[in-house]
């Protein structure tokens, strides 16, 4: 007993010589600064793939109703939303949006070259395009958009993925949700990629993989833009500070 407790002094007069010295007040400082600016990066990365116009329900069966919606978390760079404008696949041809209060609602068509037949009706037209305009979203706020999808047998390019892309427009500036994976459009719109549906079972040929940039939202994770914000000044404002 009397040896445990005497090497436990050493060890303690030992540690506090280590504190003392210029070299370990030195480098755990720089430690800290690379912990917190490693930090403040993973906080970015999680900020931009959180923070994304995405799907409420963003995977279903092909050929099944889908009742999901366009969730739209944040404005453009604070302002707030006035409109949303989404453009529909062309494989799509029943889709039917949500009246929202207090918003316009507009409906586009467009005629098909070849007349289909669903559920015994001659279709010759199908939905373009949908947007819900003349309304006010405030930054601090979110609005889902909801949506009656029948999805079809295939995504886009024969793949097992829809792409929505959509047009946000706010008091100050337009964010435009269009990034397509695989295609140019992606790194068009580096950040920004268009809300998509999976199709589960769907027969195609290839399977559109997601780029990581969307791999923290699909796991739930969420921090709204104001919070984050914070958060990433006082890290920095810590980091000036120990500098």
């Given at each position: 007993?009397?040896t445990f407790?005497?090497?436990?002094?050493?060890?303690?007069?030992l540690?506090?010589?280590?504190?003392?010295?210029?070299l370990?007040?030195?480098?755990?400082t720089?430690?800290?600064?690379?912990s917190?600016?490693?930090?403040l990066?993973?906080?970015?990365?999680?900020?931009?793939a959180s923070?994304?116009v995405t799907?409420?329900?963003?995977?279903?069966?092909?050929?099944?109703?889908?009742?999901?919606g366009?969730?739209?978390p944040?404005g453009?760079?604070?302002?707030?939303?006035?409109a949303?404008?989404v453009?529909v696949?062309?494989?799509?041809y029943?889709?039917?949006?949500?009246?929202?209060?207090?918003?316009?609602?507009?409906i586009?068509?467009?005629?098909?070259t070849?007349p289909?037949?669903?559920?015994g009706?001659q279709?010759?037209?199908?939905?373009?395009?949908?947007?819900?305009?003349?309304?006010?979203?405030?930054?601090?706020?979110?609005?889902?958009?909801?949506?009656q999808i029948?999805?079809?047998?295939t995504?886009?390019?024969?793949t097992?993925?829809?792409?929505?892309p959509?047009?946000?427009?706010?008091v100050?500036?337009?964010?435009?949700?269009?990034?397509?994976?695989n295609?140019s459009s992606w790194?068009?719109y580096l950040?920004?990629p268009a809300?998509?549906?999976?199709?589960?079972?769907?027969?195609?040929s290839?399977s559109?993989?997601?780029?990581?940039?969307?791999v923290a939202?699909s796991?739930?994770?969420?921090?709204?833009?104001?919070?984050a914000?914070?958060?990433?000044?006082l890290?920095g404002?810590?980091?000036?500070?120990?500098?």
């Amino acid at each position: 007993m009397v040896t445990f407790v005497e090497n436990k002094h050493i060890k303690r007069r030992l540690l506090q010589s280590l504190v003392n010295h210029p070299l370990y007040i030195y480098f755990p400082t720089m430690r800290t600064i690379t912990s917190l600016f490693a930090g403040l990066c993973l906080l970015s990365m999680v900020l931009q793939a959180s923070a994304h116009v995405t799907f409420t329900i963003a995977t279903g069966q092909p050929g099944s109703y889908l009742y999901t919606g366009l969730r739209v978390p944040h404005g453009c760079s604070g302002s707030a939303t006035t409109a949303i404008s989404v453009s529909v696949p062309d494989n799509v041809y029943s889709i039917k949006p949500e009246v929202i209060a207090n918003w316009n609602l507009t409906i586009q068509y467009v005629n098909l070259t070849t007349p289909i037949t669903i559920e015994g009706q001659q279709i010759n037209q199908t939905v373009s395009n949908i947007s819900w305009s003349n309304g006010l979203l405030p930054n601090d706020q979110f609005q889902e958009f909801g949506l009656q999808i029948q999805l079809p047998s295939t995504g886009y390019n024969n793949t097992n993925t829809l792409w929505f892309p959509v047009v946000q427009t706010c008091v100050n500036g337009t964010s435009t949700w269009g990034g397509i994976a695989n295609t140019s459009s992606w790194n068009q719109y580096l950040g920004y990629p268009a809300p998509h549906i999976d199709l589960v079972n769907a027969t195609s040929s290839s399977s559109a993989a997601q780029p990581s940039s969307t791999v923290a939202h699909s796991a739930g994770v969420s921090v709204s833009a104001g919070t984050a914000s914070t958060l990433m000044l006082l890290l920095g404002t810590f980091v000036a500070m120990l500098a």
